[in-house]
């Protein structure tokens, strides 16, 4: 067992619903809070899922709140201190630093995602948390002073139900009160991750093996690809995001032949080609879907609410998918223990209006940065580099949510017969 300690018990029942990043982190700071807490999960088993993924300082903070968590992914992961941006053809246009700026934010960190779930994952039990696998919720019921869900045909009664089961949420329909369905995007993103040694001593490639860890992105017209090698130069991954307007299911991922990214990636950088040439046949190829923004996260009971992406889906590009995710649950925690078990509907409405305009800006900053990229103007670019930067916003990533929850709470609170008031009261400031 984790020596974790933990704040005096609220008695406020928690039934947080899936066991990703959004669940994971829900559960874990619930519990220091001094909740009680139960996670249902429908997988039988914990798998290894997924590629790459990045958790920006707003989120590693968090991380860092968590004593021996730390310890536990330092050998597992990378702190990012930039970005070299090439054009497709392969022309250099600049070398992106973040360490100077970003170093008084605190710590990133990078890796796989089912390396760095693991580590979470076992965290969570290893405190005490009471994590039931093979448990697939099928529905969801509230009450003025419940909320609960059955799984495998038993009721599971608590004070509130935390729905963080991903893009294909039934918790969704609780909040909005019918079935709402995904819209294809119009991009599709082809990923993979294999052994680099592959690459190692070939020339060509001498710069991506030369430092603890590279990331290199080259742009062109509606595509960019992406390489990041790891910290130790073990693996490498890569992703490719281009135009797809097929009509795909929710959270459809499918394998895909190397050859239909050659298709896209035709007339570009031969140093890709290279790089598709060493890349294990088939890859990812992965559908983004899109959603409206949903007009609450909170079921009208004020007992249930959807969180990370069952609650607000991220494009890629705005590399804060995951860090949102972890805000969510980390702010809940913090609202339910000001409420007390007796205001626990209160908490809710705070924490969607602690939330609600953050997020949607943060989600903007992937929009913004796939139309900077994606149409570019290249003599424009030349002349001015600086303007296909990635944006790296301290509004977005010196952020400490937990603070700002505890700071905000009461004035939020009082705001509350006012939803929009309530709102723009933690909208964040942007230059």
Not at 383 to 399: A, H, Q, T, V, Y
């Amino acid at each position: 067992m984790v020596d974790f300690p933990r704040d005096p018990e609220t008695r406020i029942k928690v039934i947080v619903v899936g066991t990703g990043f959004a669940g994971l982190t829900a559960a874990i700071e619930c519990f220091r809070k001094g909740h009680s807490v139960l996670v249902l999960e429908s997988f039988q088993e914990r798998k290894k899922l997924g590629d790459g993924i990045s958790f920006g300082p707003n989120s590693g903070r968090i991380f860092l709140s968590w004593p021996g968590m730390n310890e536990r992914l330092e050998p597992i992961t990378w702190n990012t201190d930039g970005l070299t941006i090439k054009s497709w053809k392969g022309e250099h246009i600049l070398d992106q630093d973040f360490g100077s700026k970003e170093q008084g934010y605190g710590k990133n960190y990078n890796g796989h995602r089912g390396d760095i779930h693991e580590a979470v994952f076992n965290y969570a039990t290893e405190i005490g948390i009471d994590i039931r696998l093979g448990h697939k919720v099928v529905d969801y019921f509230e009450s003025d002073t419940e909320a609960g869900v059955v799984a495998n045909g038993e009721r599971f009664v608590g004070d509130v139900v935390l729905s963080g089961d991903g893009v294909r949420s039934s918790g969704r329909t609780i909040v909005l009160g019918h079935e709402d369905k995904p819209k294809p995007s119009g991009y599709a993103i082809y990923r993979a991750w294999f052994d680099a040694s592959i690459l190692q001593g070939i020339p060509d490639f001498e710069w991506m093996f030369t430092k603890g860890q590279e990331i290199c992105a080259w742009i062109g017209p509606d595509i960019h690809f992406i390489i990041a090698t790891t910290k130790k130069h073990n693996d490498l991954s890569w992703v490719c995001t281009h135009k797809d307007d097929k009509d795909v299911e929710e959270g459809w991922m499918a394998e895909a032949p190397i050859a239909d990214a050659r298709k896209h990636l035709e007339g570009w950088d031969p140093l890709i080609h290279q790089i598709l040439d060493a890349t294990p046949d088939p890859i990812i190829d992965w559908k983004l879907v899109y959603r409206d923004p949903l007009p609450t996260w909170i079921s009208p009971k004020r007992r249930t609410a959807v969180i990370g992406d069952a609650a607000h889906p991220f494009l890629p590009t705005s590399i804060q998918g995951a860090s949102q995710a972890m805000e969510d649950g980390t702010t809940l925690a913090v609202c339910l223990q000001k409420s007390g078990k007796e205001k626990v509907q209160e908490a809710l409405q705070v924490f969607e209006a602690l939330r609600y305009e953050r997020v949607r800006a943060a989600q903007k900053t992937g929009e913004t940065t796939r139309d900077t990229w994606h149409k570019a103007d290249w003599n424009e670019v030349k002349k001015n580099p600086d303007s296909i930067k990635l944006k790296r916003e301290e509004w977005l990533l010196n952020f400490d949510c937990e603070k700002y929850a505890e700071d905000h709470y009461a004035a939020t609170a009082a705001l509350l017969d006012d939803p929009e008031a309530a709102r723009q009261l933690n909208a964040p400031k942007i230059d």
